[in-house]
């Protein structure tokens, strides 16, 4: 996962497609009306840390509706959220300003697998160990 | 009981570790209060109002021996106040009993070195320093225990009826369910951050002893006419400012689809629920604002879940039977200690009748060990009491024991021959009051002595209510009744479901108490569930104590031969108890509302 500081965001290549999607937005519909063809990148909101909305979306997007670009956190993101945000198929991470991102990295390596299954690994542990 | 894997145990020590770390980042000022909130409250840890407070999970009530220990061990060497805050605590408490005169009542000091066991089978401990929390959660992971998630707008610890698997009402083992439905909520990465908590309780035999009614998610289990287990799933009930009682979204849901139609549930409520007020943001809300087209949302979801994600939540037979054979009849011996007691004794007969259930098995039988006693508020355990309750089970019930809903502790594996035995070693300990069921088995939370939600005490009232009804002649005649009591609207002490109900309220500073009569808890003694109403204006302190007292007294003089408490308000209504409980309101209250 790419992770990002505030001051740090790349200048967008002019070529670059993204699509801001809102946490409101009904998934289906969007992806209906061909909104996501040719799009490179769909920015998620975190309005705050603790409004999980976005996480759903991201699962939606990969799980469902297999976007395969990139799909960035943006807003009030924080390095203890990460590790959801991953796990829920985001693959980039616009830190808040302010938010130093050193301790991000111990918290991807601190477990080395999850009971229920992701966009990483959709089977869960039990389907996992069976097979 | 559910024996932890490698990886169980070094999941949860990994928690304890990513807590310490959160911890420590919190106190070199990288984390800010507002930013480590939900990360502690998602391990279990408040600040209350004068100490930070532990609520561990026990999930679906079980627990062994080890683990009472253990938590005999954290309430002896952490849950102690530096002297200091104690006394400030004590003056600050001291001091809202005196800005009331004549209104409120005695209140037992403050109390430390102890856990208490709550409504959704949880202990908690109340002045452990967050300066320890790290290591006290090191402690906990060692036996296989935490706080994962007993806080927090996430999944929270699941509940069971208490009797899973050993009643002889029994329909399906709720527990191999429970624990598959705990691990996939665990640290679920899509549902961590919901609008609001979300509580899910399953109940497996015939009898509703869980109050699954009164949950998020409330699930039923029964078979079908093939004798395939199944759930029937309700959903949007809860207590709180708005009291909703759960809608059947689904009669028949098969067992393996578990996880697959509560990930629909939860997904919906995780885009839908409202987030621009704490007060509407719970499940019910939702539920009861959409209706029909919020139980097509989740079918529509589910359906996708199924039929575009590949269902990789469905649970397999093979992962149900792993589970399951944690949860065999362990092996268990008989204790065989001699007993002085007279099996003909009336205590020891009463008990037999209130504390003992009957068993699935042949010559065995469950016992539940009061923790509704004077002196102590409703589900304390001292250290003293919780390394007790780890030898009794040891001796007489496998080292397993049971947190009740009721705020007891149940021993499910106990010989009908060693009853005498047990009942000695109980009463020795001061735990076999023959008091299940009756009056002063009352729900309480701990109110404001220590919460910082609430509005008004509630310890208080339990201990004069307690002390008042220590007749057992009385107790017994009056019977078979439930009082909940909470000390803010919350509704942590169930007052909803109370067939009285007592709810603390906050007026101009001063603790006032609203009265409902009627609620229900889905049991059958209670019936389906449903929530008390309110009999008027509300009452102080020192009036509810006589306002019970007049509801009782208005009971045994209506009641007709063999009635319960319920039941005759049910018949004759709620008019003459009103009437009885104004009746007992003090003068000089009247005085004061006429200012």
């Known amino acids: 996962m790419k992770i990002i500081a505030a001051d740090a965001v790349p200048e967008s290549a002019g070529t670059e497609k993204t699509l801001q999607i809102p946490n409101d937005a009904d998934l289906a519909e969007l992806v209906a009306s061909g909104a996501l063809e040719g799009v490179q990148r769909v920015e998620l909101q975190f309005p705050k840390f603790t409004d999980g909305r976005a996480y759903s979306q991201a699962l939606l997007l990969r799980r469902r509706y297999r976007f395969a670009g990139d799909i960035r956190a943006t807003g009030d993101v924080l390095i203890d959220q990460l590790v959801h945000m991953h796990r829920s198929g985001f693959t980039s991470a616009v830190l808040a300003p302010g938010v130093n991102a050193d301790a991000a990295q111990r918290q991807f390596d601190r ?4 009971y229920q299954g992701d966009v990483l690994e959709p089977r869960p542990l039990f389907a996992r160990e069976a097979a | 009981m559910y024996q932890y894997t490698d990886f169980d145990r070094q999941f949860v020590k990994l928690r304890a570790q990513q807590f310490r770390d959160q911890l420590e980042r919190w106190q070199r000022g990288e984390l800010t209060d507002e930013q480590l909130l939900p990360l502690r409250l998602q391990n279990g840890w408040y600040i209350q109002r004068y100490a930070p407070m532990a609520r561990i999970a026990v999930p679906y009530g079980e627990i062994s021996s080890l ?9 002896r060497e952490y849950d102690k106040p530096d002297p200091e805050l104690l006394a400030h605590a004590q003056a600050t408490q001291d001091q809202l009993e005196a800005s009331q005169p004549g209104q409120t009542l005695p209140a037992p000091p403050l109390k ?51 009797w899973e ?13 429970a624990e598959i439905t705990r691990q996939w909520s665990s640290l679920h990465p899509e549902f961590s951050y919901l609008p609001r908590k979300f509580k899910i309780a399953f109940n497996g035999a015939a009898e509703d002893r869980a109050a ?18 199944g759930f029937t799933v309700k959903v949007g ?25 509560i990930e629909a549930i939860v997904r919906v409520y995780n885009g839908y629920g409202r987030r621009d007020n704490k007060w509407k943001a719970r499940i019910k809300i939702l539920v009861k604002s959409e209706g029909q087209a919020f139980i097509d949302a989740v079918e529509k979801e589910y359906r996708a879940i199924v039929d575009l994600d590949g269902a990789p939540h469905t649970i397999t037979q093979a992962e149900l039977d792993r589970v399951t054979s944690h949860f065999v009849v362990p092996e268990f011996k008989r204790a065989d200690l001699p007993a002085k007691v007279d099996p003909q004794g009336q205590l020891y007969q009463r008990w037999l009748r209130q504390n003992v259930r009957g068993h699935r098995l042949p010559g065995m039988k469950t016992v539940t060990l009061s923790f509704k006693r004077p002196g102590f508020a409703p589900g304390d355990a001292d250290a003293d009491a919780l390394d007790a309750l780890a030898q009794l089970a040891e001796q007489f019930s496998a080292s397993e024991a049971r947190l009740t809903h009721e705020q007891n502790l149940m021993l499910p594996w106990v010989f009908e021959s060693d009853l005498p035995a047990l009942y000695e070693a109980a009463r020795k300990l001061g735990l076999a009051q023959p008091n299940i069921g009756l009056l002063t088995d009352m729900i309480s939370c701990p109110g404001g002595d220590f919460c910082s939600l609430a509005n008004a005490r509630s310890l208080h009232i339990a201990a004069v209510v307690t002390e008042r009804y220590q007749d057992l002649h009385e107790l017994f005649d009056i019977g078979p009744i439930d009082l909940h009591m909470s000390g803010c609207i919350n509704s942590c002490g169930h007052h909803h479901s109370g ?28 019936g389906p569930a449903i929530g008390g109403k309110v009999v008027g204006p509300s009452f102080t302190a020192a009036e509810v104590p006589d306002v019970i007292e007049a509801l009782l007294d208005t ?41």
């Open chain 2, 67 to 75: 683990q009472l220990r253990t938590l005999g061990r954290i309430a």
């Open chain 2, 165 to 177: 698997g050993i009643a002889e009402d029994g329909i399906v083992d709720c527990r191999p369910f």
């Open chain 2, 112 to 162: 430390y070195g102890y856990g208490h066991f709550t409504t959704r089978t949880n202990c908690q401990f109340n002045w452990i320093p967050i300066t320890k929390a790290a290591d006290v959660m090191d402690l906990l992971a060692s036996v296989c225990m935490h706080g994962i998630q007993t806080s927090g707008n996430d999944i929270r610890n699941i509940t069971c009826d208490a």
């Open chain 1, 111 to 114: 477990y080395s697998a999850f």
């Open chain 2, 212 to 229: 699954i009614g009164w949950y998020d998610i409330g699930l039923q289990a029964l078979r079908n006419d093939a004798g395939e287990a």
């Open chain 2, 499 to 526: 067939h009285i109900g007592i709810l603390g309220v906050d007026k101009d500073g001063k603790e006032w108490y609203q009265i409902t009569l009627g609620g229900a808890d889905g049991s059958q003694l209670s």
């Open chain 2, 237 to 261: 009930g809860g207590m709180g400012r708005t009291p909703i009682v759960g809608s059947v979204v689904r009669e028949f849901l098969p067992w393996d689809q578990l996880l697959n139609y």
């Open chain 2, 555 to 595: 009971f045994r003089s209506l009641r007709q031969s063999g009635e319960l408490f319920i039941d005759t308000l049910r018949r004759v209504g709620h008019d003459p108890f009103k009437q009885a409980a104004n009746a007992a309101r003090h003068p000089k209250v009247e005085e004061a509302q006429a200012l």
